[in-house]
């Protein structure tokens, strides 16, 4: 009950517009000790794969023996996900004590609830006395209140459109946001594959005089990607050594945020590059709950822009799986759901479209809406408002049942269904 209590205070601070900014979160740090300056820190952003990207730094990390705290965000099914120390997740207790003891500061500072928990996350990860630490970019990268961590490496994925109302409507101005991790004297790694984009983020990693800068495709090469039912086999090349690989995590882009994580260890130096040796071994542990997470007849993905549908798709269709195929899909408002729609119909022969119970209330889409639009686009959708219902109706029916849209229908299924949310 003390647990749900100080949620309930926590997330009280997510009201009103986004307040991107380091002032606030700064102060905090300070009045907490600066936590952050006691571990290296290898930071991570980008628009798809920081997720791919931040579970596989943590398989290689943790299988070299060492303590690895890990913050991602948001979560699926329970707040603690999201800080993570060796697969074991904070414990509610700790969560509680810490909201209580810090109260007064976050208050004073009108602290956010991103600022909050990211401050929480660095100053746990200090308790329990990490040998290093995982930071996964929250929105954009320049003003995101993790972008107070030096890190040894920060490295970008793959810029897509999201968040168009904070980070600008073109790719380049996006991409100008996630730059903003990149620091002096720290390695920059990106893992961009748009050569006009790659070459504004190795522009903007130079300015600030981040060293070294490592580019996909010219400081590494990934080739040969094939993708089955075990995951994603590719090749990877560096200088004048080319190894086979594989990641358990299916998908075409998977090889490259592979390639991402393995060049954000090269990039900073000794003790860190030469654990990207011989990764094989490591990389044999990787997991990522709820991205292309298999637990027949379902299948979940938090893809919740077009780019992720499309994906998702594209690896069910290499994958392949038993049909028919019914998708359950709910996508908050202010993303592309029409276009993460298109996707699913490629390959579901039936779609439900449902309300997720934990969508939060100013941002759920208008399913009176949806069931037009999918109408007048002759998609073979079924409207049914209640969650679990609309899970017990695909599942009636369906062969596989793949459930998608956003963190919030994929957490609740989770739930629901009893699926574990944390790898560990």
Known sequence: MAYHAALRRLFSRTGGAWRLGLERVAALLEGLGNPHRQYPVFHVAGTNGKGSTVATLDAILRHAGLRVGKYTSPHLVDFSERIVVNGEPILHDDVTRWLDTWEPLLS??????????????????????????????????????????????????????????????????????????????????????????????????????????????RDWQVDQVTVDARGTRFSLTVGDRTQELITPLVGQFQAHNCGVALAMLRGAGAPWAALAESPQAALDRVALPGRFHRSPPWLFDVAHNADGAETVVNNLLAVGVPHPVTAVVCVLRDKDWRGILRAVARVAERIVVTMAPTAPANRTWDLHEVEAWCAAERLPATRVDDFSSALAHARAEAATVLVTGSFHTVGDAMERLQVPPVAR
């Open 108 to 217: 004073s500072l009108g602290a956010t609830f991103f600022e909050a928990t990211t401050a929480m996350a660095l100053h746990h990860f200090a308790q329990c006395e990490v040998d290093v630490a995982i930071v996964e970019v929250g929105l954009g990268g320049r003003l995101d209140a993790t972008n107070l961590v030096q890190p040894v490496a920060a490295g970008v994925t793959q810029i897509g459109f999201d968040h168009l109302e904070y980070l600008g409507d073109t790719l380049e101005a996006i991409a100008g946001e996630k730059a903003g991790i990149y620091k002096a004297g720290a390695a920059a790694v990106i893992g961009e594959t748009n050569p006009a984009i790659r070459a504004l983020l190795q522009t903007q990693a130079q300015s600030v005089h981040a060293s070294p800068v490592l580019v996909t495709g």
